[in-house]
């Protein structure tokens, strides 16, 4: 992935979670300057992104979490990311 200025953070009712986003070669990282309530689930929207397949696949990514003041990641959980088809 080479830009992310069209990811998008929501929580359950759909209004936009505050995130810093930031991104290199193995990671994308996302830093909440608010905390997020433990019963809430994000969904992370990936827009106009671009990929060099052209074949749609689904991708694996690890998640995990870190806590402000903790030095290790906790892991989470998996998160799958549909791509489709370029044509």
């Given at each position: 992935?080479?830009?992310?200025?069209?990811l998008?953070?929501?929580?359950?009712?759909?209004?936009?979670?505050?995130?810093?986003?930031?991104?290199?070669?193995?990671?994308?990282?996302?830093?909440?300057?608010?905390?997020?309530?433990?019963?809430?689930?994000?969904?992370?929207?990936?827009?106009?992104?671009?990929?060099?397949?052209?074949?749609?696949?689904?991708?694996?990514?690890?998640?995990?979490?870190?806590?402000?003041?903790?030095?290790?990641?906790?892991?989470?959980?998996t998160?799958?990311?549909?791509?489709?088809?370029?044509?």
């Amino acid at each position: 992935m080479t830009s992310l200025d069209n990811l998008s953070i929501k929580d359950n009712s759909g209004q936009d979670i505050k995130a810093e986003i930031q991104n290199n070669e193995c990671q994308v990282l996302i830093t909440f300057p608010e905390s997020v309530e433990p019963v809430n689930n994000l969904k992370i929207g990936f827009t106009d992104i671009y990929n060099q397949s052209t074949m749609g696949e689904t991708l694996l990514y690890q998640l995990s979490v870190q806590q402000e003041g903790l030095v290790q990641r906790i892991p989470i959980g998996t998160a799958r990311i549909d791509v489709p088809d370029a044509s």
